[in-house]
């Protein structure tokens, strides 16, 4: 257990006023006596308000270790042992030898709000669980008795840092309603804890494009309905663009962009400025799959119809630009989602479509290989996360075929398979990652990042899927509004998008060290693979066992000569 605290003559969320605000003079009350307790926990830790800060897995200090371009976390919790403090977190530079710093600007914290789960998702149970991790700049908390703060802290680690150990603290600091920190005149500053934060940065580093390919949706009409922007408007497209951004961050793809590619449409014009916006978007750091919007009813009413011919010439145009941007083994389209068996020949006239347009092109499918009614029409499947859906067996089988499969965790993923529910509290969302590279897998498609139809505040109501005999708990949702938190138009992340980043980065880690390590360091890669995930319906590693993983892998990295760039999968 661990106890970073000061003790100072003292003084859920309040106010936000973002950014680093200017000090201000503490009030009487605001002087009043208090103490502050934190501990420390990794970031597979599943938090929860009355988590064990006595326990073993409670630590001093947040101690990551990354490679240069990787963003890791931590997390802490602090509590009041003296007094009701208002509090505002501050983190400082991270500092290394020779003058090597990371600025405090790349150490981003959050809060992690707490949410109650009526109806618990399949297999968990009801409870209170966080999950909204709401910046944390500006925004004070008051330690009462019943209530902690719960945060994480997120380190940027840049391309061009030296390797090296950097060192710096997170400072729980007196604030005002405002979100001010205030210097209670105890000569301290108001600081009243500092959590060291320690950064092991390898030289190693992590590839500009994930090597896991994927796909997440984002509904634009809820982006409307949240973040007070009209539809078909500048305003909504640049959220939208942040929203991507926040996405391409934890190294995931946006499905719905809300554009077409230039020049693909007679006749269509968009709105200004549409095609340097899809370069931004597709073209950054952290996007490794670029879909050509096509449906079934959009851009065409009868795409396999009556409009095949305009649909044809559409795709070809897509395809053309896409090439002309350097993304020929990027693109896809994602036309039937979950199909039953009686469309399969409908899916066949798209995929015949599809190749005439570019037979670079594939045809991403929301269905399992083992399909009959599919097979030969399918150039990425994308199976639901089941014992019934997903075989590992049939992923090696569609290689030789030359195609891709990208499962997919939803609403029929239960428990003890990896689910992406609120309410699950082992790290699976991260063990997607691990369990990928163990099993070839070459990407992940999530159906929504912003699925908030169901509920009235997405901060309050997790339920936000729900069919007659069961809920999805954060079901569709990776973001939240930022709107109803005093971020207009600025998506906020989830703990569940963050594990599943830091899943993604240890999949690009264990791809690029298998293709860099000899014979024994590849025995050693596959049994830490095996311990931290031995099976698709056992994972609850501990944080030793992720680090020991880690280590493995980026201990390959930092020994091989030169730069590897290979996407080897282990046999």
């Not at 992923?395 to 029929?412: A, F, K, L």
């Not at 993983?549 to 091989?560: E, H, I, P, Q, W």
């Amino acid at each position: 257990m661990s106890i970073v605290a000061l003790a100072a003559p003292f003084a859920g969320c309040g106010g936000a006023s973002g950014g680093n605000s200017p000090e201000s003079k503490a009030t009487a009350a605001e002087r009043a006596p208090a103490a502050v307790q934190v501990a420390t926990f990794a970031s597979i830790t599943r938090m929860t308000p009355t988590i064990d800060v006595e326990g073993d897995d409670a630590g001093e200090q947040i101690d990551l270790a990354a490679a240069r371009g990787e963003r890791e976390g931590g997390q802490l919790v602090a509590w009041a042992t003296k007094g009701e403090p208002r509090v505002v977190l501050e983190a400082s530079d991270l500092r290394g030898r020779g003058g090597a710093r990371i600025d405090a600007d790349r150490v981003r914290t959050f809060i992690e709000h707490a949410m109650q789960v009526e109806q618990g998702s399949p297999a968990s149970r009801s409870g209170t669980y966080v999950d909204p991790l709401i910046p944390a700049a500006g925004r004070d908390v008051v330690l009462a008795d019943d209530q902690r703060l719960l945060a994480w802290v997120d380190v940027d680690v840049p391309l061009t840092a030296a390797p090296g150990s950097y060192v710096g603290t997170v400072r729980i600091r007196r604030a005002d309603t405002d979100g001010r920190a205030v210097d209670d005149g105890a000569g301290d500053d108001g600081i009243l804890a500092r959590v060291p934060v320690r950064v092991q940065v390898h030289a190693a580093a992590i590839p500009h494009l994930p090597t896991l390919a994927s796909h997440v949706g984002l509904d634009q009409s809820q982006l409307v309905r949240f973040e007070q922007v009209e539809p078909g408007t500048t305003q909504l497209r640049d959220v939208t663009e942040r929203y991507a951004g926040e996405l391409a961050g934890a190294r995931l793809s946006v499905g719905d962009v809300g554009a077409l590619p230039p020049r693909s449409l007679s006749g269509h014009r968009g709105l200004p400025g549409d095609a340097a916006y899809l370069e931004r978007v597709f073209g950054g750091r952290g996007v490794a799959s670029v879909r050509i919007p096509f449906y079934l009813d959009h851009p065409f009413a009868d795409p396999l119809g009556r409009d095949r011919a305009a649909a044809v010439s559409y795709l070809r145009r897509s395809a053309r630009w896409a090439r002309e941007q350097g993304w020929r083994d990027r693109m896809y389209v994602f036309v039937f989602d979950e199909p039953d068996d009686s469309l399969g020949g409908n899916v066949r006239e798209l995929h015949e479509l599809v190749r005439e347009a570019d037979p670079a092109l594939r045809v991403l499918v929301t269905r399992e290989a083992s399909a009959r009614a599919f097979q030969g029409s399918v150039d990425i499947w994308g199976p639901n996360i089941s014992p019934t859906r997903f075989r590992a067996a049939d992923v090696t089988t569609e290689h030789r075929r030359g195609n891709d499969t990208w499962w997919y965790p939803s609403i029929t993923t239960w428990q003890p398979y990896p689910t992406l529910f609120i309410d699950e509290l082992r790290p699976t969302p991260r063990a997607l990652g691990w369990l990928a590279w163990r099993n070839q897998v070459d990407g992940i498609l999530y159906w929504s990042a912003t699925h908030w139809h169901e509920v009235d505040d997405p901060y309050a109501d997790p339920g936000t899927y729900n069919e007659p005999d069961v809920v999805g708990n954060g079901d569709g949702v990776l973001l939240y509004p930022g709107g109803p938190v005093g971020l207009p138009g600025q998506p906020v992340p989830s703990v569940r998008l963050f594990q599943l980043r830091d899943g993604i980065d240890d999949h690009d880690l264990l791809v690029l060290a298998d293709c860099a390590a000899s014979p024994a360091q590849r025995a050693r890669l596959r049994a830490a693979a095996r311990a931290v995930a031995p099976a698709m319906d056992r994972v609850d590693p501990t944080p030793a066992q992720v680090a020991a993983l880690r280590s493995t892998a980026l201990g390959v990295l930092d020994r091989a000569p030169g730069t590897v760039d290979c996407r080897t999968s282990p046999q």
